[in-house]
Each structure stands twice: as C-alpha cells, then as structure tokens.
C-alpha cells in the first residue's frame, strides 16, 4: 500500500482588513472644552452622578460623571449648579461619559431668593427643551439671567424676558405683536387675549384666557418691563402659556415662587 503523499500547505492569510474594523466605528464620538452649566443631577450607582448639562453648541445632554461622588474625586466640587464650566465628554449612546469639567468663572454667585429663581430657570430647561438640540441664542440668554440674577435685577422682569426667549427659541411661541395669518400688528389701545397655538386676537367678553393690553404685548416683544401694569398682566400671561406648553406638568419651583414671592 502506497503511504500517503502530503501535499504541501500554503500558509493560511488573514485579511487585515477584514479582522479590524472601520476606523471610523473605531472612533469614539467626544467633545472638547464646550461651554456649559449643570441644570440637574442625581446619584447614579454608588460613586456616580448622572448630570443633565446645558452646552452652548449641544444644547441639553445628559452625562454620566464616574466616581463624582468619592470624597477626592476632582469632579466633587465642580459640577455645581450656575457655575459656568468647560465640559469634555465622549460617547455616542443617550448618556455620554463626562471626561472632565473645569470652572470658567466670570459670574457672581447667585445667593438668597435669587438662588431659587436660578433654579427655577434650570427647570424650566429641563422640562421644556429637548435633549441634543442646540441653542446658542438660549443658552446666552440664560448666562445673562444669572448675571442679572446675581446683581439683584428685579427677579420677575428677569424671569419673563427668560421664559419668553424660551418659547421663541423652543419654537412654540411666535411674535407677540402680529394678529394670526393677516400679519396686522396689535393696537396698544385694545385688549387681546393670546392662544397659545394661534397667538393673539381680539379679547371677547365671554373670554376665559387671560386678557391683556396691546401695549402690554408690544412691551414684551420689545423687552421692555418699566411699566407695573406690563409686569402683572405679562406675570398671568406667561404663567398661561408656560401651563399649556408644559401639558399640566408641575413646575416645583414656580409653585414655591409663587409662595413666598409672588413672581
């Protein structure tokens, strides 16, 4: 019996190519020093803290801070709220990791009944914007709220010019001044009440919604709140519409301003 013949065997190639994959799934998705303040944490398994962060170019992200809780660790201090930082993270899933966080400074701190305005403002945020949608115009608004919050600015003129911004921004709410598709501009010398998905009309005494002046109207779009009777009529109005836009959820720190500061 013939033995065997063994053929020679050409050496087995690996395709290194196909063994490694994309550089581009390779590459992790990250963001470098991105201007930004904490809104809202909460502990996140023993060490952690998820963070909901407001950044400039970002809008509102949720990130996970990795042993911000240990006593040493470097995030502890920092990830306070109406601090302005640069924030670093990466990651492509719904809650990035947070890379590192360092105070900025520039603004004073918000101290006493103005520390819960800010608050009231950081809810407002979370509860109203989407994640991952960005608004540079907001989020400078929002610095200077704090800034004005800070120096002892009337508190409710500061929280209206903010909440106001935030509807236009958010793309809920429209001119002040324009009645519905005809574009005719309000009268200051007569009274509407405002829809919230139409905008204004013409009050009517079977009117249930809160009713206002045309020049208070023209006031708000203007930015300006010197006259008392556009401080209350725009406190009601907004208190309105933020109610409708928010789908009966309850504002904790609107409720509490209103308490003790009738803001």
Request: charged share 20%; glycine share 6%.
């Amino acid at each position: 019996m013939d033995a065997a013949v063994k053929l020679p065997t050409a050496p087995v190639k690996t395709n290194a190519r196909a063994t490694t994959r994309p550089a581009v799934a390779e590459r992790e998705h990250r963001v470098n020093a991105q201007p930004g303040f904490v809104l809202h944490s909460y502990p996140y398994k023993e060490t952690s803290l998820i963070v909901e962060v407001f950044a400039r170019d970002y809008g509102r992200v949720p990130v996970v801070a990795k042993g911000a809780k240990r006593p040493h660790s470097k995030l502890r201090g920092v990830l306070q709220t109406f601090q302005p930082l640069q924030l670093s993270w990466s990651g492509k899933s719904e809650v990035r990791t947070l890379i590192s966080a360092e105070w900025v400074g520039g603004l004073l701190p918000v101290e006493r009944s103005a520390l819960l305005c800010g608050f009231y403002l950081n809810e407002l945020l979370v509860k109203l914007l989407a994640r991952d949608d960005p608004h540079p115009v907001l989020f400078d608004a929002y610095m200077s709220a704090l800034n004005q919050l800070a120096h002892d600015e009337p508190a409710g003129i500061v929280l209206r010019q903010f909440e106001l911004q935030l509807l236009k921004e958010s793309g809920v709410a429209g001119t002040l001044t324009e009645l519905g598709p005809s574009g005719e501009q309000v009268d200051a010398a007569r009274y509407y009440v405002f829809e919230p998905e139409r905008g204004p009309r013409l009050a009517v005494a079977s009117d249930t919604l809160p009713v206002v002046s045309g020049k208070t109207l023209i006031d708000m779009e203007a930015g300006d709140y010197s006259d008392s009777v556009t401080q209350q009529q725009s406190k009601f109005l907004m208190r309105h519409l933020l109610a409708h836009h928010l789908g009966g959820v309850t504002l904790n720190t609107r409720q509490i301003l209103i308490d003790l500061l009738q803001l």
